[in-house]
């Protein structure tokens, strides 16, 4: 059974920093490349960064450019998320994503999902 486990979400202050990580088990991590989405109440999921595991190219939306560093440990099937410079506008539940086919903001071409973990960034 494949299993993504995200932690390391919390209540935070503007300007703080958070780091996330996604655990991945019952599958074979590094065959996949990696995202991270969020889903603000009342809003559709968006991709926040994603990460091929060919050639390690990582990609970013545009409102979390130079705060948002995506990274992966395939020696622990972990991939990392560090949030710096939080904004109130970055608060949703984050979830974590891998998919066999490329890297991609669409949700939609995810193979399997974590259950999230929660954000609050508080002004």
């Known amino acids: 059974e494949v299993q993504l486990v995200e932690s390391g979400g919390g209540l935070v202050q503007a300007g703080g920093s958070l780091r996330l990580s996604c655990a991945a088990s019952?599958?074979?991590?590094?065959?996949?490349?990696i995202g991270w989405f969020r889903q603000a109440p009342g809003k559709e999921r968006e991709g926040v960064s994603c990460?091929?595991?060919?050639?390690?190219?990582?990609y970013y939306v545009d409102s979390v450019k130079g705060r948002f560093t995506i990274s992966r440990d395939n020696s622990k099937n972990t991939v990392y998320l560090q949030m710096n410079s939080l904004k109130p506008e970055d608060t949703g539940v984050y979830y974590c994503?891998?998919?066999?086919?490329?890297?991609?903001?669409?949700?939609?071409?995810?193979?399997?999902w974590g259950q999230g973990t929660q954000v609050t960034v508080s002004s």
């Open positions: 994503a891998v998919d066999w086919h490329g890297t991609s903001f669409n949700p939609l071409e995810y193979d399997y």
């Open positions: 990460m091929s595991n060919s050639d390690g190219s990582t």
């Open positions: 019952g599958l074979t991590f590094d065959d996949y490349d």
